[in-house]
Nanobody, 119 residues
């Protein structure tokens, strides 16, 4: 079992930047992927970006609506996943969730961090 703790959500003006962090307590190398999802009120949770864990092979993925604006990265020494969000838009406002998953065990989720973008 891995515990994921997100931080970094805040209120920001449109065009601004935020960096979200997700600290993983426990070993992540046995999972396939780590990433960020988001869920806005009344909408389904959607994948924002993902990358393979240190113990697997794969590619970094970005959804079309964040390509060129968001960057996912990982600091293995700190067991921390980041999401750098630049040029934020009002439609980026949501609760952002950190997740880790594989085909066998499914998903482990953090509790989420709120991002609010003002016009």
């Amino acid at each position: 079992q891995v515990q994921l703790v997100e931080s970094g959500g805040d209120l920001v003006q449109a065009g601004g930047s935020l960096r979200l962090s997700c600290v993983a307590h426990g070993s992540t190398s046995t999972y396939d992927n780590m990433g960020w999802y988001r869920q806005a009120p009344g909408k389904q949770r959607e994948l924002v970006a993902s990358m393979p864990t240190g113990g697997s092979y794969g590619t970094t993925y970005y959804s079309d609506f964040v390509k060129g604006r968001f960057t996912i990265s990982r600091d293995n020494a700190k067991n921390t996943l980041y999401l750098q969000m630049d040029n934020l838009k009002p439609e980026d406002a949501a609760v952002y969730y950190c997740a880790i998953w594989d085909d066998v065990r499914g998903f482990q989720w953090g509790r989420g961090t709120q991002v609010t973008v003002s016009i």
